[in-house]
């Protein structure tokens, strides 16, 4: 339905029109390539539909404004990092404590914020022992490990197209062939990931089975639904099938709660009454300051601690100086405690669905294939209908000038999207007007593409 020639005159018109707005960031990214390397200060800051990142002045709660002045409805928040808004007075007034009149961020000593948080995540997740790290990717590397640890086995089990951070061992897919092969763009991997790892096609219990039977697969590492390749529900009983398979085959079982925990106070975890072995969880839960955690369950906690001869305190790869610090400890309890409280992910919750719901009135009024996909507190719209049922699928439906088109063209006109897709979160300073704000320019810019 889409008149392609019409995109690329649109595609055009927004592009210019993005120049035209923001020369101020354009003089700062042309300056920055100097001595930048690729010219930002993280290498994928250079996903910029526009062709050139927008430079940061101010942000606060769900607004950021650019250095030309241009205000924004920030719905990337992050990609998920600023979940709890950017600045949440709770979290600013924490640091300030911890960082300005108590003093001290890297001393390597526990404080008792560490204990509360530890309780905290054991409540809102279920499992009972707690450790923290500064990333979710550091997160999942150590649960690896001690996975690998008590069960003796070498290899770990990933959804093509999942999203675990920098991980080595996830970075690869099932091609259309149905070959196990590294992710494409992979940089500098170690080791082919096949060799470390087995990846299957989400919502595939046939295959999961299969690959399980080798027995040699230590854990299953997964986000209960997918995210980074769109939003891709798990089907009714797929999530208990796993479950029972990795229980029958001697295999654990992590949650990658990074980005599902926008289904809840609990992410998915508490959300559906799944019961993993390890969770793991990153960005959100510091209000913006590094922070990341893995939980354990009594048992896995037992065992490894069980083991003779593991060195969980000095060079045994699990854990980083900086890990659990004051300050990011201190980030953690004001915006579990103030911030990101279940009464918040109510609100959030309600917002996204009013989203979800206006993106669906559009794409309805149009008749377009396309479709809108709620987690919690998250929303993302796709270009297919049905919505892909796996990464593979949800892969091969990318329409990357369509996106860059959507994104600029909010982005003109006040509206900020996750740069990687076309993700919307709610935070709990989001409001109704900002939603039907994006309603409002999202309506324009299909307007415009359909006639």
């Known amino acids: 339905m889409i008149d392609r020639t019409r995109l690329a005159e649109l595609l055009d018109r927004e592009r210019d029109l993005f120049r035209r707005r923001n020369p101020r960031s354009a003089a700062a990214y042309a300056q920055a390539r100097e001595h930048l390397f690729g010219g930002v200060p993280m290498t994928w800051m250079n996903k910029a539909a526009a062709g050139f990142p927008l430079y940061l002045a101010e942000a606060r709660g ?19 990092g600023a979940m709890a808004g950017h600045s949440p007075e709770p979290t600013v007034q924490a640091v300030s404590e911890q960082f300005g009149r108590r003093g ?30 500064l990333t979710a990717t550091d ?6 490990r001690l996975a690998r640890a008590v069960t003796g086995r070498p290899k770990i089990l990933v959804y093509s197209y999942c999203y675990h951070g920098s991980v080595d061992e996830v970075l690869l897919v099932v091609d259309p062939d149905g070959e196990q092969v590294s992710r494409e763009g992979n940089v500098g991997a170690p080791v082919d990931p096949t060799v470390t790892t087995r990846v299957v096609e989400f919502n595939d219990l046939e295959a999961l089975e299969r690959e399980l039977a080798h027995g040699d697969v230590a854990v299953v590492l997964m986000e209960p639904a997918l995210t980074n390749i769109g939003i891709v529900l798990p089907e009714p009983g797929y999530l208990r099938g796993v479950r029972e398979l990795t229980r029958a085959h001697g295999t654990l079982l992590i949650n990658d709660e990074t980005h599902t925990f ?11 009454d799944l019961d993993p072995d390890i969770v793991t969880i990153g960005k959100a839960i510091g209000g913006g300051i590094p922070t990341g955690a893995y939980g354990l369950s009594g048992e896995v906690a037992a065992r490894v601690e069980a083991m003779p001869g ?3 305190v000095d060079v045994g790869g699990v854990g980083g100086t900086l890990a659990g610090n004051a300050l990011s400890v201190a980030a953690m309890r004001a915006t579990l405690e103030q911030v990101l409280t279940d009464e918040a992910f109510t609100r959030m ?12 009135a559009v794409i309805d009024e149009h008749r377009l294939p396309w479709s809108v996909t709620q987690l919690g507190a998250r929303s993302e719209y796709r270009f297919a209908s049905p919505a892909p049922r796996n990464g593979g699928q949800s892969n091969a439906v990318a329409d990357p000038d369509l996106e860059d088109y959507l994104h600029i063209y909010l982005a003109n006109r006040g509206v900020l999207l996750t740069p990687f897709h076309n993700m919307a979160l709610m935070c709990p300073a989001t409001t109704a007007a900002d939603v039907d704000r994006h309603h409002e320019v999202f309506a324009g810019a299909v307007r415009d593409l359909v006639g």
Do not use: K
């Not at 509360?116 to 009972?128: Q, S, Y």
């Not at 997160?139 to 690896?144: D, E, K, L, Q, V």
């Open 262 to 272: 926008s289904a809840g106070p609990g992410g998915c975890t508490r959300a559906w």
């Open 139 to 144: 997160a999942n590397r150590w649960a690896i």
């Open 104 to 133: 001290g961020a890297t001393v390597m000593m526990p404080t008792e914020d560490a204990a509360w948080v530890g309780g905290e995540l054991a409540r809102r997740f279920g499992l009972p022992y707690w450790s923290f790290s």
């Open 310 to 312: 593991l060195d969980l």
């Open 62 to 80: 769900a607004r950021v404004t650019d250095v030309d002045g241009n205000e924004y409805v920030d719905l990337c928040l992050g990609d998920t």
């Open 349 to 360: 919750i309600e917002l996204a669905t009013r989203f979800t719901e206006g993106v669906q």
